[in-house]
């Protein structure tokens, strides 16, 4: 239980690291809005991809390495983030 608790520690520090990273990117580069994928889903592929390599990641025990209700933490604090780093930079959101 303790390597569990230990990577949806990560995890969720991981989600804040993509919620800012989002959020950044969509301040310094408003183009990047008008691309065909929505940022909510650059968030999605971020997590999958912390999932995938936590799953391959050697030594792992089997068996879920997040709980459900940390992805869901984590998928919320990345999307606030994503919002509310443009808001205070005084841009306006609109389609997410």
Same mark, same amino acid.
């Given at each position: 239980?303790?390597?569990?608790?230990?990577?949806?520690?990560?995890?969720?520090?991981?989600?804040?690291?993509?919620?800012?990273?989002?959020?950044?990117?969509?301040?310094?580069? @408003?183009?990047?809005?008008?691309?065909?994928?929505?940022?909510? !889903?650059?968030?999605?592929? +971020? /997590?999958?991809? %912390?999932?995938? *390599?936590?799953?391959?990641?050697?030594?792992?025990?089997?068996? @879920?390495?997040?709980?459900?209700?940390?992805?869901?933490?984590? !998928?919320?604090?990345?999307? +606030? /983030?994503?919002? %509310?780093?443009? *808001?205070?930079?005084?841009?306006?959101?609109?389609?997410?």
């Amino acid at each position: 239980m303790t390597r569990t608790m230990t990577t949806e520690r990560i995890f969720i520090v991981y989600t804040l690291v993509v919620g800012l990273a989002v959020g950044g990117v969509l301040v310094l580069v @408003p183009q990047s809005r008008t691309i065909g994928l929505e940022p909510y !889903f650059w968030v999605l592929i +971020a /997590l999958a991809l %912390f999932e995938a *390599v936590a799953y391959a990641w050697p030594g792992r025990t089997p068996g @879920p390495l997040i709980s459900m209700p940390a992805r869901v933490i984590g !998928f919320v604090i990345a999307l +606030a /983030l994503m919002y %509310f780093i443009p *808001v205070a930079a005084g841009i306006e959101v609109k389609n997410f």
